[in-house]
């Protein structure tokens, strides 16, 4: 790295590697972190729920990047169906080198989804989870993949692990539910790292977190209707008081391509994580907790219906 401080001047030439990155809605994380990838020369993968906004982010970092080698895959991770389908059309990618679990959304109204899910734990948690172990057969063929999920400072204020049956409903907190899943990320993370390292499989799992990154994923969790004045005047506070998305991004980008050992957690190193060049961070006790990330994957694995690695 430059110095003691890791810059995006530190990825190394991608060329040859295949990066799949979910939720790269122009102008959000995973937007920055595919650009980047892009830039480096990855072949990016670019997978979320609508062709329109999969084009005109396709369409943004070519113009950006000439030449860049783009593919695109429609995928609603709140809709175990649609995961199933996607990992099998991205069979076409062949090995993939690295897998960038960006996509989520923040503090929503309660909504269940078509497999009778709370709408914010099946979008960042389980979704992911089925998606990466369906991709995992084509991490190892790469001989060195890597998995990246995003987290968040909120997974500190979750109390518990989402681990009752998540078909049942309960009183519904958006925030706390929130905190919860950002909390699974790092469980699952953990736990995914041990249980490679375990069977010997060439594939590390790392996390990371943006910081305070001003991006509409912030306003539409403070509003049920993220439209109108009141929208505008959040989304514009929010921009004034936190880093730009692509510095959101640079956490993920860090986790994605440095030299770093499976379960490592990178975060903003400036006051409070919040922004800043990204570096090595900690977690709470509770992500740390062994039992924890073990119970949570096994009720993962009930849930979408795969047992792996």
Same mark, same amino acid.
């Given at each position: 790295m430059s110095g003691d401080a890791w810059t995006?001047?530190?990825i190394p030439d991608l060329s040859g590697r295949t990066a799949l990155v979910t939720g790269p809605t122009e102008g959000g994380l995973g937007y920055f972190t595919a650009l980047e990838l892009a830039r480096h020369g990855a072949r990016v993968a670019l997978a979320g729920r609508t062709t329109a906004k999969l084009d005109a982010a396709a369409e943004a970092i070519a113009a950006q990047v000439p030449g860049a080698a783009l593919d695109t895959l429609?995928?609603?991770?709140?809709?175990?169906?649609?995961?199933?389908?996607?990992?099998?059309?991205? !069979?076409? @990618? =062949?090995?993939?080198h690295l897998l960038v679990n960006n996509a989520g959304v923040m503090a929503t109204p309660y909504r269940r989804t078509v497999d009778g899910l709370e709408?914010?734990?099946?979008?960042n948690h389980f979704g992911p989870f089925l998606l990466t172990g369906l991709l995992l057969d084509q991490l190892v063929a790469s001989g060195g993949g890597r998995v990246v999920t995003l987290s968040s400072q909120m997974h500190r204020a979750a109390r518990s !692990?989402? @681990? =009752?049956?998540?078909?049942?409903?309960?009183?519904?907190?958006r925030w706390r539910v929130y905190g919860q899943t950002k909390l699974a990320n790092l469980l699952f993370t953990f736990e995914l790292d041990r249980r490679l390292r375990r069977a010997g499989l060439p594939v590390a799992a790392l996390a990371a977190h943006p910081g305070f990154a001003g991006t509409h994923l912030v306003?539409?969790?403070q509003l049920s209707a993220p439209e109108g004045r009141r929208a505008s005047i959040l989304d514009a506070v929010v921009k004034m008081v936190s880093q730009p998305a692509h510095a959101g991004a640079w956490p993920t980008l860090m986790a994605a391509t440095a030299d770093l050992p499976g379960g490592t957690y990178v975060g903003p190193g400036g006051l409070g994580e919040n922004s800043g060049l990204p570096r090595i961070v900690g977690c709470s006790a509770l992500a740390a907790d062994e039992t924890a990330q073990r119970d949570l994957w096994e009720l993962s694995?009930?849930?979408v219906g795969l047992g792996w690695p």
């Amino acid at each position: 790295m430059s110095g003691d401080a890791w810059t995006t001047g530190d990825i190394p030439d991608l060329s040859g590697r295949t990066a799949l990155v979910t939720g790269p809605t122009e102008g959000g994380l995973g937007y920055f972190t595919a650009l980047e990838l892009a830039r480096h020369g990855a072949r990016v993968a670019l997978a979320g729920r609508t062709t329109a906004k999969l084009d005109a982010a396709a369409e943004a970092i070519a113009a950006q990047v000439p030449g860049a080698a783009l593919d695109t895959l429609v995928v609603d991770l709140a809709d175990l169906t649609s995961v199933r389908s996607a990992a099998a059309e991205a !069979a076409d @990618l =062949g090995p993939i080198h690295l897998l960038v679990n960006n996509a989520g959304v923040m503090a929503t109204p309660y909504r269940r989804t078509v497999d009778g899910l709370e709408s914010q734990l099946a979008t960042n948690h389980f979704g992911p989870f089925l998606l990466t172990g369906l991709l995992l057969d084509q991490l190892v063929a790469s001989g060195g993949g890597r998995v990246v999920t995003l987290s968040s400072q909120m997974h500190r204020a979750a109390r518990s !692990a989402p @681990l =009752g049956d998540p078909h049942v409903r309960r009183h519904y907190r958006r925030w706390r539910v929130y905190g919860q899943t950002k909390l699974a990320n790092l469980l699952f993370t953990f736990e995914l790292d041990r249980r490679l390292r375990r069977a010997g499989l060439p594939v590390a799992a790392l996390a990371a977190h943006p910081g305070f990154a001003g991006t509409h994923l912030v306003t539409n969790g403070q509003l049920s209707a993220p439209e109108g004045r009141r929208a505008s005047i959040l989304d514009a506070v929010v921009k004034m008081v936190s880093q730009p998305a692509h510095a959101g991004a640079w956490p993920t980008l860090m986790a994605a391509t440095a030299d770093l050992p499976g379960g490592t957690y990178v975060g903003p190193g400036g006051l409070g994580e919040n922004s800043g060049l990204p570096r090595i961070v900690g977690c709470s006790a509770l992500a740390a907790d062994e039992t924890a990330q073990r119970d949570l994957w096994e009720l993962s694995e009930q849930t979408v219906g795969l047992g792996w690695p």
